[in-house]
């Protein structure tokens, strides 16, 4: 029954690495997000697609690419992974792009060794 | 740019105390949400104020949006253990976009 739901929980990498997070969602919702939530808690906006096309792409390194093969999944691939990559990655959902309330999944864990 | 301030950043009372925690702006929002964030979890979203000098209530937390829609509030009366946890407040810009600023959150611990 969970409503966005993200894989993996965790990824622990070495610098260089490419890897990738997924993201689904079962709301029937429109538009998703990926966020990134760094070690002092500050949340910020990546990226955002409505409908499997791209809106939102804040000022976030081209090693970040998010793919969305269809409305219910938002997945994020990151290339040549660096140090200060390491995060917690959340993704979430919202009926529309100017809905206001988003719900959020359960986040990853991403640490680069 | 850091958009929303919240205050105060960390917060640890006891059980059965009040507290208010504060998120304020030099912008104009169209509206403006509070989420919690427990560890290890995402925010969930407790409320969204949209008119200025809205106020809400759930159960013990008061909520109130700003007449200039510029800053928020909210009110824990008798908190207890059961609200401890990382409160974030963030505002919608409006339109199309979607897109959220958030503030950087108040850890709140509430010791029994």
């Known amino acids: 029954d969970t409503a966005v739901s993200q894989t993996p929980k965790y990824l622990v990498t070495q610098m260089g690495n490419d890897k990738s997070i997924k993201c689904e969602q079962n709301l029937g919702h429109d538009t998703m997000y990926w966020y990134k939530q760094d070690s002092k808690k500050f949340l910020k906006i990546m990226f955002s697609?409505?409908?499997?096309?791209?809106?939102i792409n804040e000022t976030v390194p081209n090693r970040f690419s998010p793919k969305s093969p269809d409305k219910a999944h938002l997945n994020l691939h990151i290339n040549s992974l660096e140090l200060g990559d390491s995060a917690v990655y959340f993704c979430a959902s919202s009926q529309g792009p100017a809905s206001t309330e988003q719900f959020f999944g359960p986040g990853t864990r991403l640490t680069v060794l | 740019t850091q958009l929303l301030e919240q205050s105060p950043q960390f917060l640890s009372i006891q059980e059965g105390e009040n507290l208010t925690v504060y998120c304020n702006s030099s912008?104009?929002?169209?509206?403006l949400q509070w989420y919690r964030q427990e560890p290890g979890e995402g925010p969930v979203l407790l409320v969204t104020v949209v008119t200025g000098g809205e106020v809400k209530k759930l159960k013990r937390l008061t909520f109130q949006f700003g007449d200039a829609r510029k800053d928020s509030s909210l009110h824990i009366t008798a908190a207890q253990p059961g609200d401890t946890g990382l409160y974030l407040c963030a505002g919608h810009r409006g339109g199309s976009q979607g897109n959220l600023i958030f503030g950087k959150g108040t850890k709140l611990s509430v010791k029994p």
């Open positions: 697609y409505n409908n499997k096309e791209l809106i």
């Open positions: 912008s104009v929002f169209s509206s």
